[in-house]
């Protein structure tokens, strides 16, 4: 028998990180946090309202080039393996983004027309009347 336990078993500590590395990682987060604030910013804010269309597409546009930059830096340095994954699928939600606001963009009076009939309903039956109107109004293959 072992007298000492956990003695069996070495384990291999990682050795202490330079000091260029851990301004590397620094960067790297600070990024990350970045890219984080930008896609999910142009997300909540294309919720908000379409009257503020344009300050998502500015999100939208600084997310997918952050993400590509954080993208070459993560696979270049071999940062975190979750910043990789965070950076991907913060991509995907980017890409997602473009053609929902193009759409908006192209159909911005509709749209901003009916959050507004949205916003002043207060039944369901008002809310539903609103939804038919919107449909009414979009052209027939997409309505």
């Keep these: 028998m072992n007298s000492q336990p956990g003695r069996g078993v070495q384990q291999q500590a990682k050795p202490p ?23 999910f910013g142009a997300l909540f804010v294309y919720q908000l309202d379409v009257n503020y269309l344009w300050l998502s597409t500015i999100l939208t546009a600084a997310g997918m080039v952050l993400g590509i930059f954080l993208l070459a830096r ?3 340095l071999k940062e975190s393996k979750l910043v990789l994954v965070g950076t991907i699928s913060g991509l995907v939600v980017a890409l997602v983004m473009v053609p929902l606001l193009v759409t908006a963009m192209v159909f911005f009076n509709q749209v901003r027309d009916y959050q507004g009939c949205v916003a002043r309903a207060l039944t369901d039956r008002a809310t539903q009347a609103c939804v038919t109107q919107f449909q009414d109004v979009l052209p027939a293959k997409m309505g």
């Design 17 to 39: 990180l330079s000091e260029a590395a851990k301004a590397s990682r620094t960067k790297t987060l600070a990024l990350f946090r970045m890219f984080l604030v930008s896609v």
């Design 74 to 76: 993560t696979i270049r």
